[in-house]
């Protein structure tokens, strides 16, 4: 019995000095590798950014407590943001990001890099990044935009839902909500953009939730019933059949019914 703790005991310390070993190397890894030394093609091609805005993005976060090293030999703030872009970019395994040889981290790390970024984003950059706009030289300056690209007026913007998978909930507590009509879990997560692409508006409920309550339990709802009851210009969103019909809501139909009376 002696014997056998013995080889136990050596088996652990072997692998105590091989997980050592691999910190000790990914460190030396992480201070060899500066993703910014990259040419502009590259990096973009690796972050789906410019060099520009990651840096503009981690200059954003450079004040956000829970960002800085806690260790002497912790993450880095400019790491730590370009590991969760990197992931964001390609929706890839956490290992497998981390294992990149320009991050040489490991997986529990990549999660922890996840939600404080993902959460600090949502602190300190949302706000300024996705707005609904807000007065009416906002809103006449994307109805035109709109105007010029579809040659119908009054369009502030396009709204509709998309299933994003996640892993079965756990603990179990209203499970079902989260498994929506195609038969998988998710988060039913409504986006309002304008001819840009840009995100004005977000909105996210459990999968089983339909597009048109979400849109009813949002504020811009109330924004674009207040705009039309008090006679506040003639906006619209543009939306598919998943909608019901309302004064401030155009569905592809009426969107292609005004296209031919505009021709004829």
Sequence with gaps: ???????????????????????????????????FDLREYDFTKLFR????????????????????????????????????????AFGSFQRCVGQDYLGSISQPSVSRCITRVATSLYEVCLSDWVRFPQNDAERKAVEIRFRDLMGVPGIIGCIDGTQVAI??????????????????????????CDNQLRIMNVLCFPGTVHDQFIFSSSIIHTEMNRLHTQRIGKYFLLADSGYRAEPFILTGLVIYTLYLILIT
């Design 167 to 192: 892993a079965t909930p756990f603990p179990l507590d209203n499970e079902e909500a989260y498994k929506n009509h195609h038969g998988y879990h998710s988060i039913n997560c409504q986006l309002i």
């Design 1 to 35: 019995m002696a014997f056998v703790a013995h080889i136990l005991v050596l088996n652990e310390l072997e692998q105590h000095q091989a997980i050592y070993a691999l910190k000790v190397q990914r460190r030396r890894l992480r201070d060899i590798y500066n993703p």
């Design 49 to 88: 950014i410019s060099k520009n805005l990651a840096l503009y993005i981690i200059d954003k976060l450079s004040n956000v407590q829970r960002l800085q090293r806690k260790r002497k030999n912790g993450l880095s703030l400019q790491l730590q943001v370009l590991v969760v872009i990197r992931f964001f």
